[in-house]
């Protein structure tokens, strides 16, 4: 039942009628008055795909034990949580930096109710072997997996055998100087990464395994430098690049809060960043005060955090009370994949996010769909990923979208 790996691209932008499509977008966390309003312009499209995935952000939970390690807890009521399956998602990761902001049980807790609505989830679980298992779904047009792992997370939430928790990809951070030939201290250094061999390796096994179930494998990271735009760590593409190595077709990379750059490797799509879908954080400012969190503190820290961040300081932002985040954070946009006998091909299709933070749709011959498909090619040209796009090639029930192909 599986294909051969690592076939060529399909060549045509337009899809086939027998192509099993795929939608994947960033973080999203519905927390607001009306849940069912934050996906209203995509819902439809949505609904159409045969998967839907999203990296859920967040924890819903009736009670909540707020973990020593956690930052900012980023906690809902299960209420807010009919956002998610009423959009149209079939599965979502439940790996990243605030799936246990709640505690274990809060974490457990929300995925039976994503479960329990019927929206699979994957990179986290009851204990290490069950975070690593992968969400598998039938559709008519063939079997897909998803593998989920954070490398970006507080101390602790790692799943460990009988713990719940998330399924990790770690690495070690080491700091150099640029010249190796004379002293300055107090100089911005290299930073470069060590990964975590136990972490590669299961990443490795967890892909063999998939790749044994389904015809279509996803490898899901939480990973990467907000604080900067563009900008791709050593652990982001050499991860990403083991994980189609290892047989994965496509990696969907989040975190970040800003897109970022696309390339291919043996043919397959790596979305680096995704950047947020809706992610509604209410009241933030005053729960980063309380936390005394990301340089709300005493005014050493107000001035180191200022220093760090700069533009992109996570705040207020005014016109936008569900998105304190810098106004690049506005532009978003969700993966297409289509994959029919044993090939796949990419496209992206831009939205943009108003005062209302709900993601509405723009071709890329209007201004503000331009500006995002502009900056996802400055993306890639920071980091010399060759990749083209073809502005507006198709539709996808209605929805323009540009198609994303491997460059010279």
């Given at each position: 039942m ?7 691209m399909?060549k045509?932008a ?5 192509e099993l ?15 069912e ?11 159409q ?12 939970c009736?009670?909540q ?16 949580a ?15 930096n ?5 505690g274990?049980?809060?974490l457990l ?13 994957a990179g ?13 779904l039938?559709?008519?047009r063939?079997r ?10 507080p ?7 009988g ?6 990809l770690r690495?070690?951070?080491l700091?150099a100087?640029w ?11 290299r ?40 900008v ?10 083991a ?10 990379g989040?975190?970040?809060h ?6 291919f ?9 995704l950047?947020?879908f ?7 400012e005053?729960?980063?005060?309380k936390?005394a ?7 050493r820290?107000r001035?180191?955090s ?5 533009e992109?300081?996570i705040g ?5 009370p ?10 978003t946009g ?32 209007t ?6 498909i502009?900056?996802?090619?400055r ?5 010399e990923?060759p990749?083209r ?6 539709t ?10 491997p460059?010279?």
């Open positions: 599986v294909s051969e790996h690592h076939a060529e399909v045509g337009v899809p086939s009628m027998d499509q795929i939608v994947a977008v960033g973080d999203v966390f519905v927390h607001r008055e009306q849940p309003e934050a996906f209203q312009h995509v819902s439809g499209a949505f609904r795909a045969d998967t839907t995935f999203a990296n859920l952000e967040g924890v819903y009736a009670t034990e707020r973990a020593p390690s956690a930052g900012v807890p980023v906690v809902a009521d299960p209420r807010h009919r956002g998610i399956p009423d959009a149209g998602f079939d599965v979502v990761s439940l790996a990243n605030h799936s246990l902001d709640g274990t049980l809060a807790e929300t995925r039976e109710l994503m479960r329990s609505a019927g929206v699979a989830t986290a679980g009851e204990n290490a072997e069950d975070a690593h298992r992968p969400a598998v039938d559709t008519g063939g897909v997996a998803v593998l989920a792992y954070a490398s970006v997370f101390c602790g939430y790692e799943a460990r055998p713990v719940p928790g998330l399924a990790p690495a070690s951070t700091y100087p010249e190796t030939n004379e002293w300055n201290p107090g100089l911005l250094p930073v470069t990464t060590v990964p975590d061999a136990g972490d590669m390796e299961a990443l490795r096994e967890d892909i063999a395994r998939a790749r044994d179930r389904a015809d279509v494998v996803l490898a899901s990271f939480h990973w990467g430098d907000f604080t900067r735009p563009y791709l760590t050593d652990h982001e593409v050499r991860t990403a690049r994980a189609i190595d290892a047989g994965a077709d496509a990696v969907l989040h975190h970040h800003l897109l970022r750059g696309i390339e490797h043996h043919g397959r799509p790596i979305f680096y960043g950047g947020h809706a992610f509604d954080l209410p009241g933030l005053e729960r980063l005060r936390s969190y990301l340089g709300r503190g005493d005014a820290l001035r180191e200022a220093r760090r961040f700069g992109f300081r207020p932002r005014e016109g936008h569900l998105l304190p985040f810098h106004p690049d954070g506005r532009l969700f993966a297409l994949l289509g994959w029919a006998g044993g090939s796949i091909r990419a496209g992206f299709a831009p939205c943009v996010l108003g005062p209302d933070n709900s993601p509405r749709p723009v071709a890329a011959s201004p503000e769909g331009k500006e995002v502009d900056y996802l090619e993306a890639c040209a920071y980091e990923l990749t796009f073809e502005r507006d090639a198709f996808f029930h209605g929805i323009p979208v540009t198609a994303v192909r460059g010279d």
